[in-house]
């Protein structure tokens, strides 16, 4: 993809990214992108990381 | 694909006048009841029109005014009768939160009608999750259709958004990526017909309703905003429930190409369920804010009719237990 990295965070959710080609996780390992947006995890409880699986809000339910 | 078996009167019309050519008569849905079978059955073949061709129908009825006319009596009685089924959740949601994905979540949190997914994903038997995906197969074989119906009464960036959103779903430039695509191989790989609407006349009348609401919101520009609502509520109660249903399939020992349909919507619906909450449904109120009270009537219309069908297909495999233990 060509153009810039667009980043958009969602409340009490994950980061919405569009336009990138690779997400690289803090192993070192390369996760293609395939979707024109992808939902990145930032509650650290997906089950698919890096990618968000809606974990987040059995998360916030039950604090 | 065939016309279905009529359920009542109000279907047996529908059928006959398609079949033979003969006129509509708008009047035979005065008394049916509209949310029930023979009603729905009714609305699904006419908003089929829409969508495909019927094999056996004399000729092209899409636009016949007597057709129409009858939809739109279905129709508006389906949508008067959903309204006054969701005032509660509709009211719940606006005291919640002041900002329109805040109440469809709130709505969403509220619902507490049972998990069609948690039965799939623990106890369901094979049998039953065949008719799930049977029962699933009207919508999910057509997915995405309806809301592209929304995208010309849209505008900016809402329909920016709604359009990338409609691009995953149509497979982000890869056929084999297309949902409905999916859905076909996954009906294929557990041995069903991947035919659209081959199903048809085993598809419970409350699951026909949610397929005919989504269809009804979408293909009137007057409910544009009640279809994303719509569209809102679903995205947002797809990705959790697909993961479960993902391990039901392989529990009850069903090839893994059945899940992969519900895989792709763990990943993708998390974030289908940001757009449409935010940058769909957020944005077109931010610039309409009239239109609040549309979105949240979709969204309510959908939850409500989603548990009815929920509640009848757990009854519906609750007692063929029953007579299976007693046989
Ligand atoms: S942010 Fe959604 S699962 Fe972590
Ligand atoms: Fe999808
Ligand atoms: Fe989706």
Not at chain 2, 316 to 326: I, L, Q
């Amino acid at each position: 993809m060509t153009g810039p990295v667009r980043v958009t965070p969602c409340p009490d959710g994950p980061l919405l990214v569009r336009g990138a080609d690779v997400v690289t996780d803090e192993d070192g390992t390369d996760h293609p992108v395939t979707r024109p947006v992808v939902a990145l995890c930032v509650c650290g409880k997906s089950g698919r990381r890096p990618w968000c699986d809606d974990t987040h809000r059995s998360i916030r339910r039950s604090t | 694909m065939e016309l279905p078996t009529p359920r009542g009167p109000v279907s047996a019309h529908v059928v006959h006048a398609l079949r033979s050519g003969d006129a509509f008569e708008p009047a035979v849905a005065a008394s049916a009841d509209v949310l029930g079978d023979d009603a729905q059955v009714a609305l699904w073949v006419l908003l089929q029109l829409h969508y495909r061709d019927f094999d056996d129908a004399a000729r092209d009825a899409e636009w016949d005014v007597g057709a129409v006319a009858l939809r739109q009596t279905l129709a508006e009685s389906f949508v008067d009768r959903l309204r006054g089924l969701v005032t509660e959740r509709v009211a719940l949601a606006r005291d919640a939160a002041d900002d329109v994905p805040g109440q469809v979540m709130a709505m969403i949190g509220a619902a507490d009608g049972p998990s069609l997914a948690a039965y799939l994903h623990r106890e369901a038997t094979r049998e039953q999750v065949l008719s799930f995906l049977r029962q699933r197969s009207l919508y999910a074989l057509k997915e995405s259709d309806a809301h592209s119906f929304v995208l010309p009464r849209v505008h900016g960036s809402v329909k920016v958004a709604l359009a990338e959103l409609q691009y995953d779903e149509y497979g982000a430039g890869r056929p084999d990526r297309l949902h409905a695509g999916m859905y076909a191989e996954a009906l294929v790989a557990a041995g069903l017909d991947p035919r659209y609407g081959r199903y048809v006349d085993e598809v419970a009348g409350p699951v026909l309703a949610v397929d005919n609401l989504i269809s009804v919101l979408a293909l009137q520009r007057r409910t544009r905003a009640a279809s994303l609502g719509q569209l809102a509520a679903f995205e947002a109660t797809s990705s959790l429930p697909s993961r479960r249903i993902a391990a039901g399939i392989e529990r009850v020992g069903l090839p893994r190409a059945v899940a992969a349909y519900f895989d792709e919507h763990v990943e993708a619906d998390a974030a289908h369920e940001q757009i449409a909450l935010r940058a769909v449904c957020g944005a077109l109120v931010a610039a309409e804010p009239e239109l609040a009270d549309d979105v949240l009537f979709g969204a309510a219309a959908y939850l409500e009719l989603d548990e009815r069908s929920a509640v009848h297909l757990l009854a519906r495999w609750r007692d063929d237990e029953v007579v299976e233990a007693a046989s």
